[in-house]
Protein backbone atom coordinates (compact mmCIF):
# COMPACT_ATOMS: atom_id res chain seq x y z
CA UNK A 1 0.00 0.00 0.00
CA UNK A 2 1.56 3.31 -1.12
CA UNK A 3 1.73 6.07 2.14
CA UNK A 4 1.55 9.37 2.68
CA UNK A 5 5.86 10.72 2.66
CA UNK A 6 5.37 13.77 5.00
CA UNK A 7 9.29 13.93 4.49
CA UNK A 8 11.39 13.55 1.59
CA UNK A 9 14.87 12.25 2.09
CA UNK A 10 17.96 14.15 0.14
CA UNK A 11 18.08 10.81 -1.94
CA UNK A 12 21.80 11.65 -2.84
CA UNK A 13 23.11 12.85 -0.03
CA UNK A 14 21.90 10.15 2.55
CA UNK A 15 24.27 7.38 1.46
CA UNK A 16 27.54 7.38 -0.41
CA UNK A 17 27.33 3.85 -1.84
CA UNK A 18 25.69 3.84 -5.78
CA UNK A 19 22.56 3.15 -6.14
CA UNK A 20 20.86 3.68 -3.00
CA UNK A 21 20.03 7.87 -3.71
CA UNK A 22 17.85 6.09 -6.95
CA UNK A 23 15.70 3.64 -5.44
CA UNK A 24 15.36 6.17 -1.97
CA UNK A 25 13.90 8.11 -5.16
CA UNK A 26 11.75 5.34 -6.62
CA UNK A 27 10.67 4.40 -2.98
CA UNK A 28 9.44 8.39 -2.95
CA UNK A 29 7.84 7.90 -6.04
CA UNK A 30 6.39 4.75 -5.36
CA UNK A 31 4.69 5.98 -1.81
CA UNK A 32 7.02 3.64 -0.20
CA UNK A 33 9.05 4.10 3.19
CA UNK A 34 12.47 3.47 4.23
CA UNK A 35 14.42 4.03 7.00
CA UNK A 36 15.50 7.26 6.18
CA UNK A 37 11.88 8.34 6.02
CA UNK A 38 10.84 6.97 9.43
CA UNK A 39 14.10 8.73 10.86
CA UNK A 40 13.08 12.16 10.07
CA UNK A 41 10.12 11.65 11.39
CA UNK A 42 11.32 10.51 14.46
CA UNK A 43 12.79 13.85 14.93
CA UNK A 44 13.84 15.39 17.40
CA UNK A 45 14.80 12.35 18.75
CA UNK A 46 14.19 12.20 22.78
CA UNK A 47 17.10 13.99 24.34
CA UNK A 48 16.58 12.04 27.40
CA UNK A 49 16.42 8.76 25.46
CA UNK A 50 19.98 10.04 23.60
CA UNK A 51 21.45 10.43 26.96
CA UNK A 52 20.41 7.38 28.69
CA UNK A 53 18.97 8.81 31.50
CA UNK A 54 15.50 7.64 31.59
CA UNK A 55 14.41 4.34 32.76
CA UNK A 56 11.37 2.03 32.48
CA UNK A 57 12.62 -0.74 34.82
CA UNK A 58 9.73 -0.28 37.50
CA UNK A 59 6.12 0.87 37.40
CA UNK A 60 7.03 3.82 39.89
CA UNK A 61 8.46 5.03 36.63
CA UNK A 62 8.91 5.77 34.06
CA UNK A 63 11.62 8.19 35.65
CA UNK A 64 13.84 11.02 33.85
CA UNK A 65 17.01 12.55 34.93
CA UNK A 66 16.93 16.53 34.30
CA UNK A 67 20.35 16.92 32.55
CA UNK A 68 20.74 20.70 33.17
CA UNK A 69 20.21 20.07 36.90
CA UNK A 70 16.68 22.39 37.56
CA UNK A 71 14.53 19.58 37.33
CA UNK A 72 14.83 15.84 39.10
CA UNK A 73 18.14 14.81 39.89
CA UNK A 74 16.58 11.31 41.08
CA UNK A 75 14.26 8.62 39.98
CA UNK A 76 10.89 7.58 42.12
CA UNK A 77 13.63 4.89 43.92
CA UNK A 78 16.34 6.98 44.41
CA UNK A 79 18.67 6.01 41.47
CA UNK A 80 20.26 8.81 39.81
CA UNK A 81 22.00 9.67 36.79
CA UNK A 82 24.67 7.30 37.32
CA UNK A 83 22.74 4.57 38.51
CA UNK A 84 20.18 4.38 35.58
CA UNK A 85 22.92 5.36 32.65
CA UNK A 86 24.89 2.55 33.75
CA UNK A 87 21.86 0.16 34.06
CA UNK A 88 20.65 0.81 30.48
CA UNK A 89 23.69 0.02 29.16
CA UNK A 90 24.11 -3.25 31.16
CA UNK A 91 20.80 -4.00 29.23
CA UNK A 92 21.88 -3.50 25.91
CA UNK A 93 24.84 -5.93 26.68
CA UNK A 94 23.21 -8.25 27.98
CA UNK A 95 20.79 -8.02 24.78
CA UNK A 96 23.51 -8.23 22.14
CA UNK A 97 25.46 -11.32 24.58
CA UNK A 98 21.91 -12.67 24.48
CA UNK A 99 21.76 -12.64 20.39
CA UNK A 100 24.95 -13.32 19.41
CA UNK A 101 25.10 -16.44 21.87
CA UNK A 102 21.81 -17.78 21.35
CA UNK A 103 23.09 -17.83 17.88
CA UNK A 104 25.50 -20.06 18.90
CA UNK A 105 23.17 -22.50 20.70
CA UNK A 106 20.96 -22.88 17.78
CA UNK A 107 24.51 -23.62 15.82
CA UNK A 108 25.77 -26.54 18.49
CA UNK A 109 21.89 -27.97 18.44
CA UNK A 110 22.95 -28.38 14.51
CA UNK A 111 26.41 -29.77 15.20
CA UNK A 112 25.18 -31.96 17.41
CA UNK A 113 22.60 -33.46 15.18
CA UNK A 114 25.17 -33.73 12.31
CA UNK A 115 27.40 -35.26 14.63
CA UNK A 116 24.94 -38.26 15.45
CA UNK A 117 23.86 -38.22 12.07
CA UNK A 118 20.51 -37.35 13.19
CA UNK A 119 20.41 -34.03 10.25
CA UNK A 120 20.97 -35.89 7.38
CA UNK A 121 21.23 -32.57 5.88
CA UNK A 122 24.73 -31.35 7.62
CA UNK A 123 27.76 -32.88 7.78
CA UNK A 124 31.66 -32.49 9.71
CA UNK A 125 32.95 -30.54 6.51
CA UNK A 126 36.11 -29.76 8.57
CA UNK A 127 37.56 -31.95 10.46
CA UNK A 128 40.81 -30.53 11.11
CA UNK A 129 39.05 -27.77 12.85
CA UNK A 130 37.01 -29.87 14.78
CA UNK A 131 39.68 -32.24 15.94
CA UNK A 132 42.12 -28.82 16.44
CA UNK A 133 39.12 -27.32 19.12
CA UNK A 134 38.77 -30.74 20.59
CA UNK A 135 42.41 -30.77 21.65
CA UNK A 136 42.23 -27.36 22.96
CA UNK A 137 38.88 -28.52 24.78
CA UNK A 138 41.28 -31.06 26.29
CA UNK A 139 39.38 -33.93 24.70
CA UNK A 140 41.57 -37.29 23.93
CA UNK A 141 40.69 -37.98 20.39
CA UNK A 142 42.91 -40.39 20.48
CA UNK A 143 41.36 -43.44 18.37
CA UNK A 144 38.14 -41.26 18.39
CA UNK A 145 35.31 -41.46 15.52
CA UNK A 146 35.11 -37.58 13.96
CA UNK A 147 31.29 -38.03 15.60
CA UNK A 148 32.75 -39.52 18.78
CA UNK A 149 34.73 -36.47 19.32
CA UNK A 150 32.42 -33.91 17.88
CA UNK A 151 29.98 -35.59 20.28
CA UNK A 152 32.14 -34.57 23.16
CA UNK A 153 33.01 -31.33 22.09
CA UNK A 154 29.23 -31.02 22.36
CA UNK A 155 28.58 -31.77 25.17
CA UNK A 156 31.40 -29.00 26.89
CA UNK A 157 29.89 -26.45 24.26
CA UNK A 158 26.34 -26.95 25.76
CA UNK A 159 27.63 -27.16 29.22
CA UNK A 160 28.88 -22.93 28.63
CA UNK A 161 25.43 -21.80 28.45
CA UNK A 162 24.05 -22.80 31.76
CA UNK A 163 27.05 -25.22 33.26
CA UNK A 164 26.18 -24.85 37.17
CA UNK A 165 29.88 -24.09 38.71
CA UNK A 166 31.55 -21.19 39.58
CA UNK A 167 34.50 -22.16 37.47
CA UNK A 168 35.46 -20.27 34.20
CA UNK A 169 34.09 -20.88 30.60
CA UNK A 170 35.82 -23.25 28.58
CA UNK A 171 36.32 -21.83 25.41
CA UNK A 172 37.61 -18.92 26.88
CA UNK A 173 40.20 -20.60 28.92
CA UNK A 174 41.22 -22.60 25.55
CA UNK A 175 41.36 -19.75 23.29
CA UNK A 176 42.25 -16.45 25.13
CA UNK A 177 45.44 -15.33 26.07
CA UNK A 178 47.02 -16.35 29.56
CA UNK A 179 47.67 -13.22 30.05
CA UNK A 180 44.45 -11.36 29.56
CA UNK A 181 42.70 -14.06 31.75
CA UNK A 182 45.23 -13.03 34.88
CA UNK A 183 43.87 -9.44 33.85
CA UNK A 184 40.25 -10.81 34.08
CA UNK A 185 40.70 -13.12 37.04
CA UNK A 186 42.10 -10.09 39.04
CA UNK A 187 39.34 -7.88 38.57
CA UNK A 188 36.43 -10.72 39.07
CA UNK A 189 34.99 -10.88 36.11
CA UNK A 190 35.94 -14.02 34.39
CA UNK A 191 32.52 -16.06 32.82
CA UNK A 192 31.25 -18.41 34.30
CA UNK A 193 28.26 -19.62 32.43
CA UNK A 194 27.16 -17.81 29.04
CA UNK A 195 23.15 -17.65 30.16
CA UNK A 196 23.78 -16.98 33.42
CA UNK A 197 26.06 -14.02 33.42
CA UNK A 198 22.91 -12.53 30.97
CA UNK A 199 20.48 -13.91 33.57
CA UNK A 200 22.44 -11.45 36.45
CA UNK A 201 22.53 -8.42 33.91
CA UNK A 202 18.75 -8.55 34.58
CA UNK A 203 18.86 -9.55 37.98
CA UNK A 204 21.66 -6.48 38.27
CA UNK A 205 19.25 -4.03 36.41
CA UNK A 206 15.97 -5.03 38.36
CA UNK A 207 14.85 -2.17 40.53
CA UNK A 208 16.60 -2.39 43.61
CA UNK A 209 19.60 -4.61 43.01
CA UNK A 210 23.12 -3.29 42.24
CA UNK A 211 22.92 0.52 42.09
CA UNK A 212 26.85 1.37 41.67
CA UNK A 213 27.82 2.22 38.26
CA UNK A 214 31.63 0.61 38.42
CA UNK A 215 30.14 -2.95 39.75
CA UNK A 216 27.25 -2.85 36.71
CA UNK A 217 30.03 -2.30 33.74
CA UNK A 218 32.39 -4.72 35.77
CA UNK A 219 29.41 -7.19 34.76
CA UNK A 220 28.71 -5.86 31.21
CA UNK A 221 32.87 -6.91 30.83
CA UNK A 222 32.03 -10.22 32.24
CA UNK A 223 28.91 -10.70 30.20
CA UNK A 224 30.35 -9.40 27.11
CA UNK A 225 33.77 -11.74 27.33
CA UNK A 226 31.25 -14.26 27.42
CA UNK A 227 29.99 -13.91 23.91
CA UNK A 228 33.50 -12.72 22.67
CA UNK A 229 35.97 -15.82 23.49
CA UNK A 230 32.61 -18.36 24.31
CA UNK A 231 29.33 -17.61 22.23
CA UNK A 232 30.31 -15.70 19.10
CA UNK A 233 33.93 -17.91 19.38
CA UNK A 234 31.90 -20.78 19.05
CA UNK A 235 29.28 -20.12 16.66
CA UNK A 236 32.31 -19.52 14.23
CA UNK A 237 34.21 -22.60 15.18
CA UNK A 238 31.06 -24.37 14.85
CA UNK A 239 30.16 -23.15 11.48
CA UNK A 240 33.19 -23.20 10.21
CA UNK A 241 33.27 -27.43 10.90
CA UNK A 242 29.98 -27.54 9.72
CA UNK A 243 30.34 -25.54 6.53
CA UNK A 244 34.56 -25.30 5.50
CA UNK A 245 36.41 -22.65 7.12
CA UNK A 246 36.24 -19.29 4.68
CA UNK A 247 39.55 -19.17 2.01
CA UNK A 248 39.46 -16.07 -0.03
CA UNK A 249 36.96 -16.43 -2.66
CA UNK A 250 35.94 -13.99 -5.74
CA UNK A 251 32.61 -12.32 -6.00
CA UNK A 252 30.66 -8.59 -7.16
CA UNK A 253 28.58 -7.05 -4.41
CA UNK A 254 26.21 -4.20 -4.48
CA UNK A 255 22.79 -4.04 -5.78
CA UNK A 256 23.87 -4.69 -9.21
CA UNK A 257 24.08 -8.51 -8.36
CA UNK A 258 20.42 -8.56 -8.51
CA UNK A 259 19.38 -10.20 -11.55
CA UNK A 260 16.92 -8.77 -13.74
CA UNK A 261 16.33 -12.52 -15.91
CA UNK A 262 15.98 -14.47 -12.76
CA UNK A 263 14.51 -15.43 -9.99
CA UNK A 264 15.62 -13.52 -7.18
CA UNK A 265 16.40 -14.39 -3.69
CA UNK A 266 17.54 -12.91 -0.79
CA UNK A 267 18.98 -14.54 2.12
CA UNK A 268 19.01 -12.02 5.14
CA UNK A 269 19.78 -12.09 8.91
CA UNK A 270 22.25 -13.68 10.90
CA UNK A 271 22.60 -18.01 11.11
CA UNK A 272 23.89 -20.19 8.14
CA UNK A 273 22.40 -23.26 8.81
CA UNK A 274 19.49 -22.11 6.74
CA UNK A 275 20.66 -19.80 4.23
CA UNK A 276 23.77 -22.27 3.47
CA UNK A 277 21.17 -24.91 2.80
CA UNK A 278 18.73 -22.07 0.52
CA UNK A 279 22.00 -21.17 -1.35
CA UNK A 280 22.87 -25.13 -2.16
CA UNK A 281 19.34 -25.62 -2.78
CA UNK A 282 18.69 -22.80 -4.95
CA UNK A 283 21.92 -23.63 -7.25
CA UNK A 284 20.65 -27.74 -7.76
CA UNK A 285 19.69 -28.38 -11.22
CA UNK A 286 16.35 -29.24 -10.40
CA UNK A 287 15.39 -25.37 -9.28
CA UNK A 288 17.34 -24.21 -12.14
CA UNK A 289 14.97 -26.21 -14.52
CA UNK A 290 11.79 -25.05 -12.32
CA UNK A 291 12.99 -21.24 -12.81
CA UNK A 292 13.13 -21.84 -16.47
CA UNK A 293 9.19 -23.19 -16.55
CA UNK A 294 8.16 -20.03 -14.95
CA UNK A 295 9.98 -17.54 -17.41
CA UNK A 296 13.02 -17.23 -15.34
CA UNK A 297 16.43 -18.17 -16.67
CA UNK A 298 17.44 -19.50 -13.07
CA UNK A 299 17.65 -18.73 -9.45
CA UNK A 300 20.16 -15.83 -8.57
CA UNK A 301 20.68 -15.67 -4.42
CA UNK A 302 21.99 -12.79 -3.21
CA UNK A 303 23.02 -12.23 0.37
CA UNK A 304 22.21 -9.30 3.01
CA UNK A 305 23.56 -8.92 6.04
CA UNK A 306 25.56 -11.26 7.85
CA UNK A 307 23.78 -14.08 7.05
CA UNK A 308 24.96 -12.91 3.74
CA UNK A 309 28.38 -12.66 5.11
CA UNK A 310 28.08 -16.64 5.79
CA UNK A 311 27.18 -17.57 2.55
CA UNK A 312 29.68 -14.49 1.04
CA UNK A 313 32.91 -15.95 3.20
CA UNK A 314 32.04 -19.61 2.17
CA UNK A 315 30.07 -20.08 -0.99
CA UNK A 316 30.37 -16.69 -2.52
CA UNK A 317 27.33 -15.76 -2.65
CA UNK A 318 27.20 -12.15 -4.07
CA UNK A 319 26.12 -9.43 -1.28
CA UNK A 320 23.50 -7.20 -2.64
CA UNK A 321 24.07 -4.28 0.13
CA UNK A 322 24.16 -4.01 3.91
CA UNK A 323 21.84 -3.23 6.75
CA UNK A 324 20.08 0.13 5.43
CA UNK A 325 19.71 -1.73 2.03
CA UNK A 326 17.22 -4.42 3.14
CA UNK A 327 14.32 -2.51 2.05
CA UNK A 328 15.99 -1.35 -1.23
CA UNK A 329 16.44 -4.33 -2.11
CA UNK A 330 13.09 -5.15 -2.42
CA UNK A 331 11.96 -1.56 -4.01
CA UNK A 332 14.10 -3.06 -7.11
CA UNK A 333 10.80 -4.53 -7.38
CA UNK A 334 13.18 -7.90 -8.75
CA UNK A 335 13.45 -10.08 -5.37
CA UNK A 336 10.99 -12.89 -5.71
CA UNK A 337 11.62 -13.58 -1.74
CA UNK A 338 13.37 -12.75 1.10
CA UNK A 339 14.01 -15.34 3.22
CA UNK A 340 15.10 -14.13 6.68
CA UNK A 341 16.48 -15.75 10.05
CA UNK A 342 17.24 -13.52 13.03
CA UNK A 343 18.70 -10.48 14.30
CA UNK A 344 18.76 -6.90 12.06
CA UNK A 345 15.19 -7.70 10.08
CA UNK A 346 13.53 -4.48 10.24
CA UNK A 347 10.05 -5.41 10.51
CA UNK A 348 9.52 -2.45 7.85
CA UNK A 349 10.20 -4.74 5.31
CA UNK A 350 6.52 -6.55 5.36
CA UNK A 351 5.27 -3.22 4.37
CA UNK A 352 7.68 -2.53 1.59
CA UNK A 353 7.42 -5.88 0.07
CA UNK A 354 3.39 -5.26 0.13
CA UNK A 355 4.06 -2.20 -1.98
CA UNK A 356 5.94 -5.03 -4.50
CA UNK A 357 5.23 -8.93 -5.26
CA UNK A 358 8.26 -9.86 -3.13
CA UNK A 359 7.26 -12.74 -0.03
CA UNK A 360 9.43 -11.81 3.07
CA UNK A 361 9.54 -15.39 4.32
CA UNK A 362 10.33 -15.94 8.27
CA UNK A 363 11.51 -19.43 9.20
CA UNK A 364 12.35 -18.86 13.20
CA UNK A 365 10.06 -19.54 15.95
CA UNK A 366 11.52 -16.74 17.81
CA UNK A 367 11.44 -14.47 15.18
CA UNK A 368 7.65 -13.79 13.63
CA UNK A 369 6.40 -10.54 11.55
CA UNK A 370 2.87 -10.02 11.06
CA UNK A 371 2.64 -9.68 7.32
CA UNK A 372 5.04 -12.57 6.06
CA UNK A 373 4.40 -16.07 5.30
CA UNK A 374 5.99 -17.97 7.68
CA UNK A 375 7.83 -21.45 7.70
CA UNK A 376 9.74 -23.18 10.36
CA UNK A 377 13.19 -24.60 9.86
CA UNK A 378 14.11 -27.38 10.80
CA UNK A 379 17.51 -28.90 10.81
CA UNK A 380 15.96 -32.95 10.80
CA UNK A 381 14.54 -31.91 7.74
CA UNK A 382 16.50 -29.21 6.13
CA UNK A 383 16.49 -30.12 2.31
CA UNK A 384 13.10 -30.24 2.34
CA UNK A 385 12.02 -26.78 3.70
CA UNK A 386 14.91 -25.14 1.68
CA UNK A 387 13.37 -26.58 -1.39
CA UNK A 388 9.59 -25.22 -0.24
CA UNK A 389 11.19 -22.05 0.24
CA UNK A 390 12.89 -21.99 -3.13
CA UNK A 391 10.17 -23.14 -4.92
CA UNK A 392 8.03 -20.84 -3.33
CA UNK A 393 10.12 -17.46 -4.65
CA UNK A 394 10.27 -19.57 -8.31
CA UNK A 395 6.39 -19.82 -8.40
CA UNK A 396 6.59 -16.10 -7.46
CA UNK A 397 8.45 -14.93 -9.85
CA UNK A 398 5.08 -14.43 -12.68
CA UNK A 399 3.81 -12.21 -10.03
CA UNK A 400 7.13 -9.59 -10.72
CA UNK A 401 5.69 -6.15 -12.11
CA UNK A 402 8.08 -6.39 -14.83
CA UNK A 403 7.36 -2.43 -15.86
CA UNK A 404 8.59 -1.48 -12.27
CA UNK A 405 11.69 -3.53 -12.28
CA UNK A 406 14.72 -0.62 -11.86
CA UNK A 407 18.04 -2.15 -10.77
CA UNK A 408 21.10 -0.41 -10.35
CA UNK A 409 23.19 -1.71 -12.12
CA UNK A 410 26.54 -0.97 -9.75
CA UNK A 411 28.74 -3.61 -8.65
CA UNK A 412 32.04 -4.28 -6.96
CA UNK A 413 34.83 -6.64 -7.54
CA UNK A 414 35.31 -8.55 -4.04
CA UNK A 415 37.61 -11.06 -2.37
CA UNK A 416 36.65 -12.14 1.03
CA UNK A 417 36.62 -14.98 3.25
CA UNK A 418 39.51 -14.28 5.43
CA UNK A 419 39.50 -16.95 8.47
CA UNK A 420 42.78 -16.68 10.51
CA UNK A 421 43.47 -19.96 8.72
CA UNK A 422 43.22 -18.65 5.34
CA UNK A 423 45.63 -15.32 6.35
CA UNK A 424 48.41 -17.70 8.10
CA UNK A 425 47.91 -19.66 4.74
CA UNK A 426 48.45 -16.16 2.53
CA UNK A 427 51.41 -15.83 4.73
CA UNK A 428 53.21 -18.51 3.94
CA UNK A 429 51.63 -20.72 7.17
CA UNK A 430 53.19 -18.62 10.03
CA UNK A 431 52.63 -15.11 11.48
CA UNK A 432 56.30 -14.19 11.37
CA UNK A 433 55.58 -12.04 8.13
CA UNK A 434 53.00 -10.36 9.55
CA UNK A 435 55.09 -9.97 13.08
CA UNK A 436 57.82 -8.44 10.88
CA UNK A 437 56.26 -6.31 9.35
CA UNK A 438 54.68 -4.75 11.94
CA UNK A 439 57.98 -4.61 14.03
CA UNK A 440 59.88 -2.82 10.79
CA UNK A 441 57.45 -0.49 10.51
CA UNK A 442 55.91 -1.61 6.99
CA UNK A 443 52.62 -1.98 8.24
CA UNK A 444 51.97 0.56 11.25
CA UNK A 445 49.62 -1.81 13.09
CA UNK A 446 45.81 -3.79 12.27
CA UNK A 447 42.51 -2.21 13.19
CA UNK A 448 39.93 -4.19 13.12
CA UNK A 449 36.67 -2.17 12.06
CA UNK A 450 33.31 -3.80 12.04
CA UNK A 451 29.45 -2.83 12.82
CA UNK A 452 26.30 -1.67 11.19
CA UNK A 453 24.51 1.06 9.34
CA UNK A 454 22.96 3.91 11.32
CA UNK A 455 20.90 6.56 9.45
CA UNK A 456 22.07 9.22 12.01
CA UNK A 457 25.57 8.70 9.72
CA UNK A 458 25.85 9.25 5.83
CA UNK A 459 25.62 5.38 4.90
CA UNK A 460 28.50 3.67 4.60
CA UNK A 461 30.57 7.16 4.14
CA UNK A 462 32.46 6.50 7.79
CA UNK A 463 32.73 2.81 7.10
CA UNK A 464 34.74 3.91 3.59
CA UNK A 465 36.16 7.37 4.97
CA UNK A 466 37.64 5.98 7.98
CA UNK A 467 38.87 2.98 5.76
CA UNK A 468 40.46 4.45 3.65
CA UNK A 469 42.04 7.01 5.78
CA UNK A 470 43.49 3.69 7.75
CA UNK A 471 45.17 2.20 4.42
CA UNK A 472 46.43 5.14 3.41
CA UNK A 473 48.58 5.29 6.76
CA UNK A 474 49.39 2.03 6.10
CA UNK A 475 47.45 0.05 8.79
CA UNK A 476 46.11 -3.22 7.94
CA UNK A 477 42.32 -3.47 8.36
CA UNK A 478 40.57 -6.32 9.10
CA UNK A 479 36.53 -6.50 9.50
CA UNK A 480 33.67 -8.21 9.67
CA UNK A 481 29.59 -7.17 9.83
CA UNK A 482 28.12 -4.73 7.70
CA UNK A 483 31.48 -2.83 7.22
CA UNK A 484 32.61 -5.94 5.29
CA UNK A 485 29.82 -5.30 2.73
CA UNK A 486 30.44 -1.53 2.58
CA UNK A 487 33.96 -2.65 1.87
CA UNK A 488 33.20 -4.84 -0.80
CA UNK A 489 30.95 -2.29 -2.23
CA UNK A 490 33.51 0.20 -2.48
CA UNK A 491 36.12 -2.04 -3.72
CA UNK A 492 38.39 -1.90 -0.80
CA UNK A 493 38.22 -5.90 -0.53
CA UNK A 494 40.66 -6.26 -3.69
CA UNK A 495 44.34 -6.50 -4.48
CA UNK A 496 44.27 -3.73 -6.65
CA UNK A 497 42.86 -1.18 -3.58
CA UNK A 498 46.64 -2.11 -2.52
CA UNK A 499 46.92 1.47 -4.62
CA UNK A 500 44.69 3.25 -1.98
CA UNK A 501 47.58 2.20 0.61
CA UNK A 502 50.54 3.56 1.97
CA UNK A 503 53.75 2.64 0.39
CA UNK A 504 54.63 -0.11 3.23
CA UNK A 505 50.93 -1.50 3.18
CA UNK A 506 50.60 -1.70 -0.65
CA UNK A 507 54.26 -3.53 -1.42
CA UNK A 508 52.87 -6.39 1.60
CA UNK A 509 49.86 -6.52 -0.22
CA UNK A 510 51.30 -6.88 -3.29
CA UNK A 511 53.85 -9.75 -2.34
CA UNK A 512 50.89 -11.49 -0.75
CA UNK A 513 48.41 -10.99 -3.61
CA UNK A 514 46.08 -9.63 -0.87
CA UNK A 515 43.67 -6.95 0.08
CA UNK A 516 44.35 -4.45 2.34
CA UNK A 517 41.33 -5.06 3.82
CA UNK A 518 40.36 -8.40 5.06
CA UNK A 519 36.67 -9.23 5.53
CA UNK A 520 36.62 -11.93 7.94
CA UNK A 521 32.89 -13.05 7.96
CA UNK A 522 29.83 -12.00 9.84
CA UNK A 523 29.24 -10.40 13.89
CA UNK A 524 30.13 -13.65 15.47
CA UNK A 525 33.08 -13.71 13.36
CA UNK A 526 34.50 -10.89 15.57
CA UNK A 527 36.32 -13.96 17.54
CA UNK A 528 38.41 -14.02 15.02
CA UNK A 529 39.53 -10.96 15.32
CA UNK A 530 40.15 -12.11 18.92
CA UNK A 531 42.26 -14.87 17.66
CA UNK A 532 44.23 -13.13 15.45
CA UNK A 533 45.09 -10.46 18.23
CA UNK A 534 46.01 -13.60 21.09
CA UNK A 535 48.05 -15.07 18.55
CA UNK A 536 49.96 -11.99 17.85
CA UNK A 537 50.53 -11.05 21.33
CA UNK A 538 51.63 -14.83 22.60
CA UNK A 539 54.33 -14.76 19.59
CA UNK A 540 55.54 -11.31 20.71
CA UNK A 541 55.28 -12.36 24.19
CA UNK A 542 52.93 -8.95 25.37
CA UNK A 543 49.74 -8.56 26.35
CA UNK A 544 46.88 -7.58 23.87
CA UNK A 545 46.95 -3.58 25.16
CA UNK A 546 51.06 -3.17 24.01
CA UNK A 547 49.90 -4.24 20.27
CA UNK A 548 49.93 -1.48 17.63
CA UNK A 549 46.00 -2.43 17.00
CA UNK A 550 42.66 -0.88 17.63
CA UNK A 551 38.61 -1.39 17.14
CA UNK A 552 36.63 1.23 15.72
CA UNK A 553 32.69 0.79 14.99
CA UNK A 554 32.24 3.88 12.67
CA UNK A 555 28.28 3.20 12.02
CA UNK A 556 27.01 1.13 14.52
CA UNK A 557 23.51 0.56 15.74
CA UNK A 558 22.60 -2.78 17.41
CA UNK A 559 23.13 -3.55 20.87
CA UNK A 560 25.04 -6.55 19.48
CA UNK A 561 27.64 -3.77 18.90
CA UNK A 562 27.86 -2.47 22.29
CA UNK A 563 28.39 -6.38 23.81
CA UNK A 564 31.27 -6.08 20.99
CA UNK A 565 32.78 -3.05 22.01
CA UNK A 566 32.46 -3.85 25.33
CA UNK A 567 34.72 -7.48 24.79
CA UNK A 568 37.11 -5.39 22.37
CA UNK A 569 38.05 -3.00 24.98
CA UNK A 570 38.11 -5.60 27.81
CA UNK A 571 40.21 -7.86 25.46
CA UNK A 572 42.70 -4.33 25.80
CA UNK A 573 41.92 -2.66 22.52
CA UNK A 574 41.24 0.96 22.13
CA UNK A 575 37.86 1.40 20.84
CA UNK A 576 36.19 3.95 18.64
CA UNK A 577 32.57 4.50 18.36
CA UNK A 578 31.18 6.61 15.24
CA UNK A 579 28.07 6.78 16.79
CA UNK A 580 27.35 8.43 20.23
CA UNK A 581 26.73 5.70 22.54
CA UNK A 582 23.35 6.49 25.09
CA UNK A 583 25.80 7.50 28.39
CA UNK A 584 26.33 10.70 27.75
CA UNK A 585 23.67 11.77 30.65
CA UNK A 586 26.43 10.37 33.00
CA UNK A 587 29.63 11.88 33.65
CA UNK A 588 30.58 9.49 35.68
CA UNK A 589 29.81 6.94 33.49
CA UNK A 590 31.32 8.31 30.61
CA UNK A 591 34.51 8.61 31.87
CA UNK A 592 34.49 5.37 33.21
CA UNK A 593 34.13 3.62 29.97
CA UNK A 594 36.41 6.45 28.16
CA UNK A 595 39.06 6.58 30.43
CA UNK A 596 39.57 4.79 33.52
CA UNK A 597 38.74 1.71 32.40
CA UNK A 598 41.50 1.22 30.28
CA UNK A 599 43.77 1.33 33.99
CA UNK A 600 41.75 -1.33 34.77
CA UNK A 601 41.69 -3.24 31.07
CA UNK A 602 44.28 -1.97 28.88
CA UNK A 603 41.59 -0.67 26.26
CA UNK A 604 39.06 2.00 26.68
CA UNK A 605 36.28 3.64 24.37
CA UNK A 606 36.64 6.98 21.80
CA UNK A 607 33.98 8.32 20.62
CA UNK A 608 34.15 10.63 17.10
CA UNK A 609 31.68 10.79 15.05
CA UNK A 610 34.01 12.69 12.10
CA UNK A 611 35.88 9.58 10.55
CA UNK A 612 38.72 11.35 9.44
CA UNK A 613 39.92 12.88 12.57
CA UNK A 614 38.80 8.87 14.42
CA UNK A 615 41.55 7.96 11.58
CA UNK A 616 43.84 10.33 12.95
CA UNK A 617 43.16 9.43 16.33
CA UNK A 618 43.64 5.93 16.07
CA UNK A 619 46.83 6.19 14.01
CA UNK A 620 48.06 8.33 16.94
CA UNK A 621 47.55 5.54 19.48
CA UNK A 622 48.98 3.10 17.28
CA UNK A 623 51.90 5.03 17.29
CA UNK A 624 52.59 5.58 20.49
CA UNK A 625 51.95 1.61 21.24
CA UNK A 626 54.68 1.26 18.71
CA UNK A 627 57.31 3.76 20.52
CA UNK A 628 56.16 1.81 23.48
CA UNK A 629 57.49 -1.43 22.10
CA UNK A 630 60.45 0.47 20.88
CA UNK A 631 59.40 -0.32 17.32
CA UNK A 632 60.44 2.25 14.42
CA UNK A 633 57.34 4.40 14.11
NI1 LIG B 1 25.59 -8.97 12.64
S1 LIG B 1 24.52 -6.23 13.82
S2 LIG B 1 23.54 -4.40 11.15
S3 LIG B 1 23.97 -7.52 10.27
S4 LIG B 1 26.74 -5.46 11.44
FE1 LIG B 1 25.09 -5.35 10.15
FE2 LIG B 1 25.89 -7.80 11.01
FE3 LIG B 1 25.15 -4.69 12.64
FE4 LIG B 1 23.32 -6.30 11.98
FE1 LIG C 1 12.10 5.04 38.35
FE2 LIG C 1 13.74 3.63 39.97
FE3 LIG C 1 11.62 2.45 38.84
FE4 LIG C 1 13.70 3.19 37.33
S1 LIG C 1 13.71 1.64 38.93
S2 LIG C 1 11.54 3.46 36.84
S3 LIG C 1 14.38 5.06 38.36
S4 LIG C 1 11.59 4.13 40.33
Not at 39 to 44: A, G, K, R, S, T
Not at 318 to 347: R, W
Not at 371 to 393: L, R, S, T, W, Y
Request: hydrophobic share 40%; aromatic share 6%.
Amino acid sequence: MAEYIKFKVPAKQVSETKGVGNLIEKAEEEGVKTAWHRFLEQQPQCGFGLLGICCRNCNMGPCRIDPFGAGPTKGVCGADADTIVARNILRMIAAGAAAHSDHARDIVHVFKGAATGEFKGYRLTDVEKLKGLAQILGIDIEGKSESEIASEVAHILELEFGKPDDEPLKLLMATAPKKRIKVWERLGVMPRAIDREICECMHRTHMGVDADPASLLLHGVRTSLADGWSGSMMATYLSDILFGTPKPIKTTANLGVLKEDYVNIIVHGHNPILSMKIAEVAQSEEMQKLAKKYGAKGVNVAGMCCTGNEVLVRLGIPPAGNFLMQELAIITGAVEAMVVDYQCLMPSLVDVAGCYHTKIITTEPKAHIPGAVHIEFKPEKADEIAKEIVKIAIENFQNRPKERVFIPKHKSEVVAGFSVEAILEALGGTLEPLINALREGTIKGIVGVVGCNNPKVKHNHSHVTLTKELIKRDILVVGTGCWGIAAAMHGLLTPEAAKMAGEGLRAVCETLGIPPCLHMGSCVDCSRILIVLGALAEALGVDIPDLPVAGSAPEWMSEKAVSIGTYFVASGVFTHLGVVPPVLGSQKVTRLLTDEIEDLLGGKFYVEPDPVKAAETIYNVIIEKRKKLKWPV
